[in-house]
């Protein structure tokens, strides 16, 4: 069965800081996707990224960059520069790679406050 | 608002009620989902819908929780004689079929059973 961990609980950082959200994930399956969602307080989940297994390559858009590290079963988060706005709680997820079945594993998700 | 709709946004039930919930996916996405998200904790699958079909039930849904997609548009969900551990936010969300779509969810309804 598929896990997702996030261990950090909540953090807070003083806006314009730099912030890593961490996640680590256990799977047998050889193919797969990872992917994090942000929750602000409205509730709706809003896609942020999803990375293939096979893709490896460290992606950055905007303020934001995720590292993808297979060797340690970790699909790290950073935010730069944070601003107000980026308070949310975050969920790192897998998903196996059955095309159309995106059957969510979420961790339990990281709830981050940015101080003005 | 072409976003996924869900009705209603709030919901109070005494234990021992049933209570439907309905989510309109974002229209021509074939695949509807169900999740369930309690406090502190990650949103978790109850049940997959491709079209009317449902292909897939989580154990968590018991049998008291019912779904349904009747023309392969809005689905509801439906719980019967409900407890207090049935309190939580019940998510929904939609894709088109394809590697590359992403799922898009709903702003989900608050479920509270006193």
């Known amino acids: 069965a598929q896990k997702v961990t996030q261990a950090q609980t909540e953090i807070s950082v003083v806006e314009k800081e730099d912030v890593t959200l961490d996640c680590v994930y256990e799977t047998r399956d050889t193919t797969y996707y990872l992917f994090w969602y942000k929750q602000p307080p409205s509730g709706e989940l809003v896609f942020l990224i999803r990375?293939?297994?096979?893709?490896?390559q460290n992606e950055i858009s905007g303020r934001y960059s995720w590292n993808f590290q297979k060797s340690t079963s970790s699909f790290n988060f950073t935010i730069t520069a944070s601003q107000v706005v980026d308070s949310a709680v975050y969920f790192c997820a897998h998903s196996r790679a059955d095309f159309g079945n995106e059957k969510l594993t979420f961790g339990t998700g990281t709830r981050l406050t940015i101080i003005p | 608002d072409t976003g996924v709709s869900q009705d209603p946004r709030h919901k109070i039930t005494k234990r021992g009620q049933n209570v439907t919930f309905r989510c309109d996916p974002i229209?021509?996405?074939?695949?509807l989902y169900w999740y369930r998200q309690t406090l502190g904790q990650g949103p978790e699958f109850l049940t997959y819908f491709q079209n009317e079909a449902q292909l897939e039930k989580s154990r968590l849904l018991s049998d008291r929780f019912s779904a349904e997609r009747p023309k392969g548009s809005f689905s509801t969900l439906e719980i019967q004689r409900t407890e207090q551990g049935d309190s939580a936010m019940y998510l929904c969300a939609s894709r088109n079929r394809g590697p590359n779509e992403k799922l898009f969810f709903g702003s989900g309804t608050q479920l509270s059973v006193l």
């Open positions: 229209s021509e996405h074939n695949r």
């Open positions: 990375r293939n297994s096979f893709d490896e």
